[in-house]
């Protein structure tokens, strides 16, 4: 967090905030010289500072000194919002004693849930559900609470909110679902509870891309492992071309002969009329991919 001060007692008020020194916050609030809604250029205030920073002590002073909980910073962020992507759940519970509200937004859509979410703040986000938080809160850009932990692959998290209601296949507005996300960042335990809980595996992006093909063009074997345990499919994309020839461009070995093993066809062009051969310069895939199809000849 990063905040400007107005004048010496603001900037004071907001250091013993920032630090936890629950004594000068006191001398200073009670003073009657400076608000307790004091913000910065930013609209930062202090309670904002004292929940970002887990000071218990200093939020519940600032808080019967009269301190508004649901200020808003000029990026829309709160004092809830800060406390929960910060994970501190008891300062979390004592914002809710006094009012505070999961309703707010920041600029881009997001919610304290969601910065809990991607954080992987699980008792954060278990005492937000609890006080009303919405299970299908989502950015601007259409970024589940669900989407954002599987992009963490914050495992745990995630049975949390698909048992709460949470949509397993609900993409973001350019397609992508939690199962792409998961597949793309190589998390094979995420992918294999979202495929348990009823993921589309084959569900593609606005570009025609399958997790499968991007765990392909990654490398991400134990992702493809999961993927294929649960369904033999090797899928082609609207293009013509195949997890082959995304692992092949990706110039990884390991995941080229996983999918042959599965049997991948070596010898199926893309709409370009290219083999998987056609796009690496590899000599150790080449080896491998010919190895099929000299088998086939025989």
Known sequence: MSFKKETPLANAVFWAARKGNL????????S???????????????LMVASYSGHYECVRELIMQGADINLQRETG???????????????????????????????????ALCAACQFGHSRVVETLLKNG????????????ALFLASQEGHVNLIRQLLSSGAKVNQPREDGTAPLWMAAQMGHSEVVKVLLLRGADRDADRKDGSTALFKAAHKGHCSVMEELLKFSPSLGILKNGSTALHAAVMGGNLKAVDLLLKANADPALPNTNNELPQDLTKSERILRVLRLPLMNGES
């Not at 004594?23 to 009670?30: E, H, S």
């Not at 400076?34 to 250029?41: F, L, N, P, S, Y």
């Not at 938080?133 to 589940?144: E, I, K, P, R, S």
């Open 77 to 111: 962020s709160t004092a809830l919002f800060f406390a929960s992507q910060q994970g501190h759940n008891e300062i979390v519970k004592l914002l809710f004693e006094f009012g505070a509200s999961t309703e707010f937004q920041t600029k881009d859509g997001g919610t």
């Open 23 to 30: 004594a000068l916050l006191q001398l200073l609030l009670n």
């Open 133 to 144: 938080a919405n299970v299908h809160d989502q950015l601007n850009d259409g970024a589940t």
């Open 32 to 46: 009657g010289r400076v608000d307790v809604d004091c913000k910065d250029a930013y609209g930062t205030t202090a």
